[in-house]
């Protein structure tokens, strides 16, 4: 199986690398992408409308693809197969749909304490607009649903029950047949998030007896911007359209519109009929490897990875449920989650830092982040013994800073801003570009940092507040900044965060921007700066690491004090 992913003969930092966020996307087969060559180069046509020949050759390898799914999942009928583009936009279908139409003050919508964003806020949103409420079952220190809360939970008030399938952030496998018959007893309708299943275990839908279920093309080595929602035909029927359009009506004049049948009624615009097809190309792939054979093989990887990480001092796993599927996500001591994959990556290794879109699983575990690795079928003992040695060498040779690394930033009540380092933010930049062109690998260049990071005066806590917090995935952020009392067109900021890496690009940040000019800070481009000093990456949205934020939050304010 191995031999056939191209991408995991490739070379990270000069190194093979070992993929292990599987979590997040899966790798793709020679045989997805040829299919996907395929029909861009001799079978691409839009679909259900032409009459040409080309036409109908891509409206049958579309719905033939569905068939497919339908199978995969045992759906009762090929129009229950609805195709979207991806889970979350089949999350929020159901509750745009299902949910405005027939959700009103005092109905309940249950979720669990472990689900991913995109199972939480189209929820939000829904209870909002119809003043139903929203209800969370609680997890236990394993991460595992507390069922006895869950059973309490239910009543005839139950509408609606979505819940995870394999929760991304944790690895839990939740007993959701069991939940499924529950919920059903108080005529509640029950949504599956399959978004980590579908890929490691077979699926019966008709055996769960769920009335949704959602997964995601690419989290089962297909491509991205394709997914499937399962409903029961009875349901979809009777459910209202969720996007108007081309394709999803049956007539339309100016005084009315009727709608057509499944599963096209879910369907509106031209759809992305590359994806649908080549997710069958997909589902044929895992499909003839064997999904049994699949998951005993995984059990047996995870089983082995999680013993041997258990072995590393400082490492503590977070999500320790009886039943797992691949997912191992871990805390180690002293070192932050950003920093670790950071350092990780520089080893080949890549895994995914952050909180997973899972914020309420961090908050209930009291952290801010974990490191997590992914696995899929195509990992080997080798791939876990090679993430294995790099988080030893990482964890036993990094130095986290000290609580005090450098002097305060505060006096007697005075904030002590640092001083401008140069005339100029273009003489600041250009001093920091002849550092780093001393510096040779990235190894280097990110012990630099991690350096420069160290340096940086600790912020008062009492400047630490949600006003000054800047929003990122991987780290926690906090920034303040003024006028200079003697000189009001001085822009003066100060920051801080709990990853070291973070910490040394702010300190980077502080080098082009402290005691600078407000209007010079405001103009300066930072994005050409980054890409000469090769840290371009860095600047890739809240997501990563907040600096995007930081540069925009920093222009913004310099801007107004102009």
Known sequence: MRADFPILRTL???????YLDNGAT????????DATDTYYSRENSNIHRGVYELSQLATTLYEESRIKIQKFINAAESREVIYTKGTTDSINLV??????????????????HMEHHSNIVPWQLICEQTGAMLKVIPI????????EEFEKLLSPRTKIVSVVHVSNSLGTINPVKQIIDLAHKQGAVVLIDGAQWVAHGPTDVQALDCDFYAFSGHKIFGPTGIGILYGKAKLLDAMPPYQGGGDMISNVTFEKTTYNDLPYKFEAGTPNIAGGIVLGTAIDYVSNIGLEKIAAYEAELLAYAQARLAEIPGVRL??????KASVMSFITSGVHPHDLGVLLDLEGIAVRTGHHCCQPVMDRFHIPATARASMAAYNTRDDI???LAAVRKVTASYTPRPAQSAAPSSSNGKILFPPAVAESPEAAAQELLDNFDMLGDWQTRYQYLIEMGGKLPPMPKELKTDTTRVHGCQSVVHLYSQRDPKDKQVFNFIADSDADIVRGLIAILERLYAGQKADAVAKFDVE???KEIGLDQHLSGGRRNGLSSMVSRIRTEAAEKV
């Open 12 to 18: 990270a930092h000069g190194k093979p690398l070992v």
């Open 528 to 530: 050409t700066f980054f």
């Open 95 to 112: 509750a745009s749909s299902l949910g405005r139409s027939t959700l009103k003050p005092g109905d309940e919508v249950l979720i669990s």
């Open 385 to 387: 013994d090679r993430f």
């Open 140 to 147: 236990n220190e394993a991460g595992e649903l507390i069922f």
């Open 26 to 33: 899966t790798q793709k087969p020679q045989i997805v992408i």
């Open 318 to 323: 977070i999500g320790t449920a009886k039943k």
